[in-house]
């Protein structure tokens, strides 16, 4: 398998499709690089470069006991842009992912990204404080641990089910897509699942908007359940003051696979200029 080794000598599984100016897509939570397999077909065969690869502790990557911070894993998204050439780059991050985008621009400088682009993202902070009323409580964290650590797999059935908007009236994605969701999900370990869930639901990205001062594309669902717009695409379009904000009406967090076409589109889009 193609392979980029970390710092700490983790092997990160990667996909490297087409030639031209690279564009590294970043998967969100708990899922892998397959997730970008639509959109990284239409940016290979649109003249790109497209790389995805699989966060460490998920997919065919590497499954260390540590290294689930987003340092690291932003430490981890410098190989690998080092492997793509570290010129000239998009970086794309979907939900988790784009804390690693955000941590990427403020810990490396930006270093070799002329564009960034975030989708249904977890940025600028998904916790509830005292100065983040707009947050998620701590509680609902937890109970998600919990239900993690008691039955990984029943967790995923409802959890999918909002992800893709799944409902009593709504049937955006096949049955088949939802099998597929929650069995990639399960190729991750459980510490990975654990400690990411921790990562990206108490990190504060908000001292990492000011990196961003490229051309940025935030892409984002007016019905996400699982992201909640009002608190996340919203106000870090108000920070980030290169950016451009696309809402999807009545869209789900899944963009990648409820509103492919369109989003592939506009990822096209967003490349070309």
Not at 193 to 219: G, Y
């Amino acid at each position: 398998m193609p392979t980029v080794t970390t710092q700490d000598n983790t092997p990160l599984y990667v996909k490297d499709w087409g030639t031209g100016r690279p564009v590294i897509l970043l998967h969100g939570w708990p899922l892998s690089a397959d997730s970008w397999d639509d959109q990284a077909m239409e940016i290979a065969e649109a003249g790109y470069r497209a790389i995805t690869y699989d966060r460490r502790g998920f997919g065919r990557s590497g499954q260390p006991w540590s290294g689930y911070d987003y340092d690291t894993l932003a430490d981890d998204l410098a190989a690998v842009v080092r492997y793509a050439g570290a010129a000239n780059t998009t970086l794309v991050g979907f939900s988790m992912g784009g804390g690693e985008v955000a941590r990427y621009m403020s810990r490396h400088g930006g270093q070799g990204v002329v564009q960034t682009a975030l989708v249904s993202s977890v940025l600028p902070f998904r916790l509830q404080t005292p100065d983040n009323p707009e947050g998620a409580p701590q509680a609902g964290f937890a109970s998600i641990a919990e239900a993690l650590r008691e039955d990984r797999a029943g967790f995923y059935t409802d959890f999918f089910n909002d992800f893709f908007g799944v409902g009593i009236l709504s049937q955006p994605v096949s049955d088949e897509l939802l099998a597929w969701a929650r069995n990639t999900a399960m190729q991750a370990s459980l510490r990975a699942t654990l400690e990411c869930l921790e990562s990206f639901s108490s990190t504060d990205f908000r001292p990492d908007l000011p990196a961003f001062k490229v051309p940025t594309l935030i892409i984002h669902g007016t019905e996400d359940r699982t992201v909640p717009i009002a608190s996340s695409a919203r106000p870090t379009a108000q920070e980030i003051g290169t950016s451009t904000l696309l809402e999807y009406e009545d869209a789900p967090h899944g963009l990648f696979a409820t509103h492919k076409e369109r989003l592939t589109h506009d990822l096209l889009a967003f490349l070309g200029k």
